[in-house]
């Protein structure tokens, strides 16, 4: 069954990429109406993340096509929320069904080995600076470009992410006892046969009063995002970010535009190999394998490899 795509966002002239909703955030959309049987998303009960969810369009269509207890979790940098909070409530308004929708914060910094401990204000500011000259350099698209907002805060010395630093992530997690949230209190009401209980999210949530979700105690089903690399931030926080969220059962789908920055790219997978990650290439079930690209090289293999977008199953090893 295909999904209903009537979610409708503004667009802003913002010197960053989460002003405008990217190609590749509407690939991952067909890809998930054409996949969602074969992934089982339409449970219920169900929780999936966004990063850099910019516009909220992708996190919204999704949202509105799941069951009404799935909790949906649209995060961004603490610059963009505004603007995400402002297409979410235009989108309930309308009367879509957005009850389980929450926008938060995520700052990628903190999952950068240790966070801001230790940094004072002028290294704060030093780093927000570093972050913002790289969006506004990236902010004019090239030919497929679809970034959707990464950086979160983060410089690329912060972001290192060597295979210990990776190690200590995933051990912390295999350690850490579930977060049970209101969803879950919810969930248990509804099954004890309480009756008037609202999505996760919901009234509290337009109210503006609802409690952040612990993204490192919650249980995600799924984490998604589109286009979130455009430069060595990105390359190099984006897969401590998924180090550490990406559970044993967690299923983490990005949807990526090859060949815009082969760097890039090459630091990325390599990146997810060190924090206990595989990666592989997905695409609608029976449907024909998408053509091959070039491998991912410096110099490139050829002078203008296809800038194809691609989605990737992101799991744990």
């Excluded at 929320?81 to 990628?108: A, F, I, K, T, Y």
């Excluded at 204000?121 to 902010?139: K, L, M």
């Excluded at 286009?227 to 897969?239: A, K, Q, T, W």
Aim: one cysteine or more; proline letters at 6%; glycine letters at 12%.
């Amino acid at each position: 069954m295909q999904w209903t795509l009537d979610v409708e966002v503004e667009s802003t002239p913002l010197s960053t990429t989460g002003g405008h909703t990217w190609a590749a955030a509407r690939r991952l959309a067909a890809y998930l109406s054409a996949a969602a049987e074969h992934l089982s998303m339409e449970r219920p009960g169900l929780r999936l993340l966004e990063l850099g969810a910019g516009t909220g369009w992708l996190g919204c269509t999704v949202a509105r096509n799941l069951h009404p207890s799935a909790l949906v979790c649209l995060t961004e940098q603490a610059g963009g929320l505004g603007w995400l909070h402002h297409n979410v409530e235009l989108n309930r308004q309308r009367g879509l069904p957005l009850g389980g929708v929450q926008v938060q914060s995520c700052d990628w910094l903190d999952y950068a080995g240790g966070g801001s401990a230790g940094g004072g204000d002028a290294e704060n500011s030093s780093v927000t600076a570093a972050s913002n000259t790289g969006r506004e350099q990236q902010a004019e698209p090239v030919a497929g470009e679809a970034a959707a907002g990464a950086a979160h805060g983060s410089t690329p010395a912060a972001c290192s992410a060597s295979s210990d630093a990776c190690g200590q992530e995933q051990q912390q997690q295999q350690q850490q006892q579930p977060v049970k949230s209101q969803h879950d209190q919810q969930q248990q009401q509804q099954q004890a046969g309480s009756t008037g209980a609202q999505p996760p999210g919901s009234s509290r949530q337009q109210g503006g009063n609802t409690a952040e979700l612990d993204l490192r105690g919650t249980q995600w089903d799924f984490i998604i995002g589109s286009d979130l690399i455009y430069n060595e931030i990105g390359s190099r926080c984006l897969p401590r970010v998924l180090g550490a969220l990406v559970g044993a059962a967690t299923v983490a789908l990005y949807c990526h535009t090859k060949h815009r920055f082969d760097l890039l790219d090459m630091e990325l997978f390599e990146e997810l190999e060190r924090c206990g990650l595989q990666c592989e290439e997905v695409w609608e079930p029976g449907a024909a394998p998408p053509p091959a690209s070039p491998p991912a090289q410096f110099p490139p293999a050829t002078l203008f490899p296809d800038q194809r977008i691609a989605v990737y199953r992101i799991t744990r090893r």
